[in-house]
């Protein structure tokens, strides 16, 4: 990877090299980070940030499960987001706001100084070149999704990713692109990183956020502009086997925008590529950023 020039830590922007943390810092040892994943995009009217103050909303809404005290504003936090984009002359792009407890505290309940950091880089599609138009083989992992009251799963932490790299390193390793974890009920939870849709009979299906998931910004996106386009939209729980019997799944987030799934388990889905209604949902969601689909909600946070 080549990484960009300029990273901002701390509220300042220092060259990359630089922005280091020390090996005792807490976040190393015990997880406790809190970290958002942002899109940003050219569009017509220049490069514009996907959903900014939604994300960094988000990443506040973490930080106070874990009672970790951000020392900046929102409003700072968009700045360092769009002065990171700025000052690496970044146009579409994937950013990466993180806040973490530091060094100050070896506790488990240390209250150690938050260092917060803002990286931006180029990336491409998450799951691999053309994975948008083809889709990916998916299964079902071994790996359960954290029970109620155990770690929370709405809120965006460093901890939670230990679920999700053993979900995703376990689909790679059997030869697939991406996992789909249950949750501890039995039922269908989401992917390794991304939130899951399935389609019955035109109409969307995806599982509610009781179902050990993070509320998605992308699912969330989804559902209103579904909504507005007079498809069908469904929350609900579902079994596993529902994965074997809609007419066409995908997956969905920032990092994975939307991805078709062609089979899970071996099993082929539809006509085992992108169906017409997830064609639709990637036009509608594509069509933000060139314009096609009217902003009509300020999605669109400009640099
Ligand atoms: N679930 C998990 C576990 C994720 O890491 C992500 C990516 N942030 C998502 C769902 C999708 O969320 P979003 O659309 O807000 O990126």
Known sequence: MQYPEWIWQNGTLKPWADATTHVMSHA???????????????????????????HNRRLFASARIYEMDI???LEELNAACREV???????????????????????????????????????????GDGVLEQGIDACVSSWQRMAPNTIPTGAKAGGNYLSGQLIAREARRLGFGEGIALASTGLLSEGA?????LVFDGALHTTPVSAALLNGITRNSLLTLARDAGIEVVERDMPREYLYLCDELFMCGTAAEITPIRSVDGRQIGAGKAGPVTRRIQELFFGLFDGKTPDKYGWLERV
């Open 193 to 197: 990183g991304e939130n899951i849709f």
């Open 71 to 73: 020392p900046y504003s």
């Open 28 to 54: 190393l040892h015990y997880g406790s980070s809190v970290f958002e994943g942002i899109r940003s995009y050219e569009t017509p009217d220049g490069p514009a940030i996907f959903r900014l103050s939604d």
């Open 85 to 127: 984009l700025k000052k690496n002359d970044l146009g579409k792009a994937y950013l990466r706001p993180v806040a973490y407890r530091g060094l100050g505290g070896f506790g488990l309940s240390a209250d150690t100084p938050i260092d917060v950091a803002v990286a931006a880089w180029q990336m491409g599609a998450y799951l």
